[in-house]
């Protein structure tokens, strides 16, 4: 009968062996089975979308999503200010103090700013200010 320890760290052991004299020939040294990260089997099958092409794409379509959000909040401003260059240019010396006060609060709502600047002819936007906010015009 033949003792044998292999060392293997913390976990040593020791084979009995009873007569076979090929277990105690030496073995070549095995190297250590690695297993495949996830990102070498995304891109081992072949597939296109490892996780760099995942990123990105995120980050692309969060770039397009900013973009649109930001072309919408410039939109947004962009009919403010113009109905209130509009009533500045139009209707300062067609109305008092107050009453520019009172149009300049009435166009500072999104949806109404956009009315007022679609409206294609002074005369109706006069008609639909005085509606609106009730304010007197002046004759020129």
């Not at 597939?47 to 692309?60: D, F, L, Q, T, Y």
């Not at 006069?126 to 906010?133: A, G, N, S």
């Amino acid at each position: 009968m033949y003792d044998l320890t292999i060392a293997t760290g913390n976990n040593a052991r020791t084979l009995i062996i009873d007569s076979d004299p090929t277990l105690l020939t030496p073995r070549p040294p095995t190297l250590p089975i690695r297993k495949r990260s996830r990102s070498q089997l995304d891109t081992d099958t072949g597939s296109g979308s490892g996780p760099i092409e995942r990123k990105r794409a995120s980050v692309e379509s969060r770039s397009d999503m900013i973009t649109a959000i930001n072309r919408s909040i410039e939109a947004r401003k962009s009919n403010i200010v113009k109905a209130i260059e509009i009533l500045a240019s139009q209707y300062q010396e067609r109305l008092s103090e107050d009453d520019f006060g009172v149009a300049t609060d009435l166009l500072t709502d999104e949806s109404k700013a956009a009315v007022f600047v679609t409206l294609p002819s002074i005369d109706l936007k006069d008609k639909w200010l005085v509606r609106q906010t009730g304010v007197v015009l002046f004759i020129n």
